[in-house]
């Protein structure tokens, strides 16, 4: 049946919403909420800042030397390659790492 404001019946209660909106949330939800955001996320593969040249050659930055000619007195130059370079992609990391800023204490002395 219907329920109105005078018949003394209440409503049923609405459920926690883990965004705060609605409904009365309970100490085990909010709890929980927090816990899943402390949860570290370790990652085992990481996207690496390395790259490859035409010969295969892996660094994080190439260089190619240039002779410049200045009053009559030759000079090398170090010139910055940008081009040609393949990046490593993803690669896998020999032990799961947590990110610097992750609240948590590892170990105390």
Not at 44 to 56: C, I, N, P, T, V
Request: aromatic letters at 6%.
């Amino acid at each position: 049946g219907e329920v109105t404001a005078g018949s003394g019946a209440a409503a049923p209660p609405r459920p926690a919403s883990p965004h705060g909106r609605g409904g009365a949330a309970t100490g085990t939800a909010l709890s929980r909420e927090r816990g899943r955001a402390l949860t570290p996320r370790l990652p085992y593969a990481l996207g690496s800042s390395m790259y490859y040249d035409e010969d295969g050659d892996l660094a994080h930055e190439f260089y190619e030397e240039t002779i410049v000619t200045k009053n009559g007195r030759k000079r090398a130059k170090l010139k910055r390659i940008h081009k040609n370079l393949i990046p490593q992609g993803i690669v896998k990391l020999e032990h799961p790492r947590i990110h610097v800023d992750f609240p948590v204490i590892i170990c105390e002395v």
